[in-house]
């Protein structure tokens, strides 16, 4: 997505979900052209999950070994429940330092992400099955570090959708895939031709899940599990996350406001962060 376009819808007045799906409809035929070129790319990219499973064992192989029956049941905070909903245990990752980080900060802010979700349900009006959704993505979301830093978010995007190990539905995946390609980096736009291809009931839910997944992954900016999780405080004008967290977290607390920019948009809310006293 060109800088110009994120720049032109984040420019859209919050609450503004419905002039963004105006907007986002007069694609250019320029526009409409890439798409379709981005689109064809599905076909060259088979091969990815291919290439990231070699060499490559399972979640449950690995915890077998290593003797820890608890590790594909995601040890999460308290009241995590979500690890249930997002079982990896058959899924062939690739193997390093790097993956084990991802996988790590993933289960931890999968528990942030269903945290949120449970308590801004009257704002977002989302079902459990968007709860498991979400919860799933935010496991998977840094997958794509398996190719390397740059563009991470549209490699796990591709990932999700290719490697059949893992454990999600054929109704489930391209969802979850798109929430995970949106955890950074721009914001769901019908300018993507994946979004585009949504029902609009489906693209209204996935942009105020993927605003969700993005605070709760700045609540884990360090990846040090600082913020162990939040109590929330929704008001007319602005929501305030109350942090329990180690310290003042002061690289989480400005994170994960830069990152509420999309739930500013869609719920019209400022986002505020504060740390627990005491």
């Not at 820890?68 to 690890?83: H, I, K, M, Y």
């Amino acid at each position: 997505m060109k800088k110009s376009s994120a720049k032109a819808e984040k420019a859209v007045p919050a609450g503004g979900e419905n002039i963004v799906e105006k907007k986002d409809s007069a694609m250019t035929r320029a526009e409409a052209a890439q798409a379709r070129k981005n689109s064809g790319r599905n076909a060259s990219s088979r091969t990815l999950g291919k290439k990231m499973a070699a060499g490559t064992r399972s979640v449950a192989e690995k915890s077998a070994e290593s003797g820890d029956v608890s590790a594909s049941a995601a040890v999460l905070p308290a009241g995590s429940e979500a690890a249930r909903d997002a079982d990896l245990s058959s899924a062939r990752l690739p193997e390093s330092p790097v993956m084990e980080d991802s996988l790590r900060h993933g289960r931890h802010v999968a528990a942030l992400s269903a945290s949120l979700f449970d308590q801004l349900a009257e704002l977002h009006k989302l079902d459990e099955t968007w709860r498991n959704r979400l919860v799933m993505a935010a496991r998977l979301h840094d997958i794509g570090f398996a190719e390397g830093r740059k563009g991470h978010h549209k490699t796990g995007m591709r990932y999700i959708e290719e490697d059949l190990s893992l454990n999600i539905s054929d109704a489930d995946r391209p969802l979850v895939a798109l929430l995970a390609r949106y955890h950074r980096k721009a914001w769901p736009s019908r300018r993507h031709s994946r979004f585009a291809a949504l029902p609009r009931r489906e693209r209204r839910a996935l942009r105020r899940a993927a605003a969700l997944l993005r605070i709760a992954d700045g609540l884990d900016y360090t990846h040090g599990e600082l913020v162990k999780g939040c109590i929330v405080d929704i008001r007319p004008r602005r929501v305030i996350l109350v942090l329990d967290s180690a310290g003042d977290c002061p690289e989480e607390r400005a994170r994960a406001v830069k990152k509420g920019d999309l739930f500013t948009h869609v719920f019209g809310r400022e986002l505020e962060c504060v740390c627990q006293a005491g």
